[in-house]
Every structure is written in C-alpha cells, then in structure tokens.
C-alpha cells in the first residue's frame, strides 16, 4: 500500500472523545519507548508525525493520524512505566483499556515488543487480557536493527516457545526495525488486506 496522506487528527484521554466515523483503526500498544510512534513514523514515511522520545513515557494520549483519508493509525501512552505501582496490572491506564473495550472502529491492534528482550511479564499480561477481551491482535517485534539474522530468528523462536506455554497458537506477528525501514511492505500490505476484504 502506498500512503499518500497522512495527518494527525486529535488526541484525547477519553474513548467517547475520539473520531466518530465509522472507518477501520489499528492501534499501537506496548511498552513505553518500546517504539511505537517511532514505527508510525516510519510506516506513513515522516519524521515527526507522531512525537517519539529517547525517554520512556513520550505518548500521554490517544492520537488518531488519518491515513489516506480512509482509515486510522491510534498511536497510543505506553505501559508498563511504572514509577509508584509495584503491581504491573495496574499500570493498564484505564483510558487505555476502555479504549481497547470500547472502540467499535478497532480492526486490530500491534502490540509491540522490543527484540532484543525475553518476553516480560507485562506483555504476556497484557496480550492475555486482549485475549480474555476477545480483541485481535499481531506482535510486533520493534528495533530488529539492533540483532543480527541469526539471533532475530533465536529470539522468535524462544519467544514463541514461551508464548505455546498458554497460547494454542503463535499469534501473527512482524519483525519491523524504524531506523533502517524493516517490515514497513510487510506491515502495510497486511492492513490493506484487511481494509480490502
Ligand atoms: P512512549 O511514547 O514513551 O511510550 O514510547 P514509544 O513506544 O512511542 O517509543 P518512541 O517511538 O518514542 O521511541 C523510543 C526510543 O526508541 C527513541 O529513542 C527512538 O529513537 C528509539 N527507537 C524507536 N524505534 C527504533 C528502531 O527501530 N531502532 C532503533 N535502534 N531505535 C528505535
Ligand atoms: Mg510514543
């Protein structure tokens, strides 16, 4: 797919605030600073549409970017930056689950994964409450730059080993890096099949 335009269009902490129209999203969720406006930008060909940050906790809302004028990137707070809460459950701000619970125009969601980590608790937590939740997800695996070929595929491997432990299935998942533009086709050809059907 080819993205012609792309434009923020509002951010908010409440889930009745965002766009009212009835055209599909897919949203990124994941850790703080794990890469998720850095992959927007990198998906939709700009610099700055989506602010990122060196330091964790740079997304404090729901951004709507429009894309081609007919569907939507949700760049998303990360989780799991915990500074007061000792429990990892409760650092799911509840702006963020409502908006997974209550948005009807959610296609999927991307939670992403920084791979050079074994799996974290918080993500397993996480991607089993969208589980529980019934709401589809892919993972990404974000910062692929940083491994080379060989350890990349190592470290699906062991993540999948892990993820068979309570999933019947590997969910789909994406190798993506933001700086050298890995997995960009991969990602976008993917939505647009599902845009298509
Ligand atoms: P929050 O909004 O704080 O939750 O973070 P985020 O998940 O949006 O992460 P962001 O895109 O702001 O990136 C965090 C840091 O990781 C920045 O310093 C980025 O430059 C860096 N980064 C993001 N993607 C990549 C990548 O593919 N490769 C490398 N090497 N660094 C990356
Ligand atoms: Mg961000």
Partial sequence: ME????EFVMSNSDVAKCPKNP????AFIGRSNVGKSSLINMLTNRKSLAKTSGRPGKTQLINHFLINANWYLVDLPGYGYARVSKSSKKTFQKFITD????????VSAFVLVDIRHEPQSIDLEFMAWMGENGIPFSIIFTKA????????????????????????????????????????????????????Q
């Fill in 145 to 196: 730059d940083k491994l080379k070929p060989k350890a990349i595929e190592k470290h699906i491997a062991d993540y999948t080993a892990i993820m068979l432990q309570t999933w019947e299935e590997m969910p789909n998942y994406f190798v993506t890096s933001s700086s050298k533009h890995i997995g960009k086709d991969h990602l976008l050809n993917y939505i647009q099949q599902i845009n298509d």
């Fill in 99 to 106: 908006y997974f619970r209550q948005r009807e125009q959610l």
């Fill in 3 to 6: 993205i012609k335009s792309a």
């Fill in 23 to 26: 055209l599909p999203e897919y």
